[in-house]
């Protein structure tokens, strides 16, 4: 599988977890002996996630450069609409798509660019990530309704589809047949040297990443933590990034924002408990939970993978008293009983180190047709 070459084409580079397993995939990838190059519009913005691969860059003319940052010419420029970023791929995959065995789409509306461009002999295959007409959905308005229609007809292209978990494997649209897990980095995100111990008269702390959107979960958390709080003054709420509510604030609440992957870690490795509370698309993997099981610390899950009943503690969705109840519960376990779990989180953690998953994805890659 040395020398195989793939092109990623992607509508930019963003924080968001799936460019990181874009980024750590193509990584390992390139250490394996694969030539791999993501795909993007000259004037968006450079990868947020480090990367071993190669940068090629559409310029306005059609002509392709290589390199991670944007062209001088174009960064005081205001930034493409959808359109133009989608003509571009599609002009620069007629040019180059040939030179490569895999061309890779990763969004469902880069799968129209693929589908349409002649590549050659390459093989088009699509890493499904997410059902994504579900989050086009939560949006009002006519241009969301028109790409939650389009992401539903990228499921219906004649592209080899892998998913990202098995839940996903003829989901709905999706005709996946095969999945890959997202990867973590077990050297940054390793187990921290003390679990924690709960006692009545010690302060504990209840972790969560704060995001604004709705099906995120946030807002619930939120609302656990404050029914706690009435009762137990020793409980305090650390919230990465933000809040679900606009000038909500706690006395006994924090946000606080990693800069990186190492601060991340760190963070979960600070929190007594890690609440996700996403509200759709379960048995899906999610990031946060990953990525609290692997640094040892305690998970409330409302159903994402690697979560199940033997490595976090479930909840039902859209229920703040039962993340409440479940934060009760664990405060109130034998110190046995959740390093039990614990150890059970950590076995499901290590088997999605990237290590093992890239050579497992790169196989698949190259058997598809």
């Known amino acids: ?75 005081d420029r205001k930034l493409p609409h959808a359109l133009e970023i989608y003509t571009r791929l599609f002009k620069a995959l007629c040019i180059i798509g040939g030179e490569y065995d895999v061309i890779l789409a990763n969004h469902s509306l880069t799968t129209f660019p693929v589908f349409l461009a002649r590549c050659g002999s390459a ?15 939560l949006r009002p308005g006519l241009k969301n309704a028109i790409l939650k229609h389009l992401s539903r007809l990228s499921y219906h292209l004649p592209l080899s589809q892998i ?30 040297v003390e679990s924690p111990r709960f006692a009545r008269d010690k302060k504990w702390t209840i972790g969560s990443i704060g995001r604004p959107e709705l099906d995120k979960g946030t807002a619930d958390v939120q609302r656990a933590f404050e029914i ?71 998970v409330i899950s409302t159903g994402h993978m690697p979560a199940t009943q033997e490595t976090a503690w479930l909840v039902d969705a859209n229920s703040p008293q039962a993340i409440a109840a479940s934060l009760r519960s664990i405060t109130e376990m034998a110190y046995a009983d959740v390093i039990e779990k614990l150890d059970r989180a950590e076995e499901a953690a290590v088997e999605c180190s990237w290590e093992t998953l890239a050579p497992r994805f790169l196989r698949l890659i190259c058997e598809e047709r």
Request: hydrophobic share 40%.
């Open 163 to 192: 998913a990202n978990a098995a839940v996903y494997v003829n989901y709905r649209e999706i005709n996946a047949t095969a999945w890959v897990p997202p990867g973590i980095d077990r050297t940054v995100f390793h187990r921290r």
């Open 228 to 298: 706690i709080a009435k009762a137990d003054p020793l409980v305090h709420l650390k919230l990465a990034y933000g809040t679900a509510r606009r000038n909500w604030s706690h006395e006994r609440a924090e946000i606080v924002c990693p800069s990186n992957d190492v601060e991340l870690a760190e963070f979960y490795r600070s929190v007594d408990v890690l609440v996700a509370a996403p509200t759709q698309q379960f048995g899906g993997y999610h990031y946060p939970v990953l990525e609290a099981m692997s640094c040892g610390t305690p």
């Open 123 to 137: 093989r088009k295959i699509y890493y499904v990530q997410a059902y994504e007409p579900d989050y086009f959905g």
């Open 1 to 75: 599988m040395q020398n195989v070459r793939i092109l990623i084409p992607v509508i930019g580079f963003g924080k968001a977890g799936g460019y990181r397993v874009l980024a750590e995939f193509a990584s390992q990838w390139v250490n394996l002996g694969c030539v791999v190059d993501f795909l993007v519009h000259d004037a968006l913005s450079e990868p947020y996630f480090p990367t071993k691969a190669g940068i090629l860059r559409i310029r306005r003319d059609g002509s392709i450069s290589r390199g991670a940052e944007r062209q001088s010419c174009c960064t």
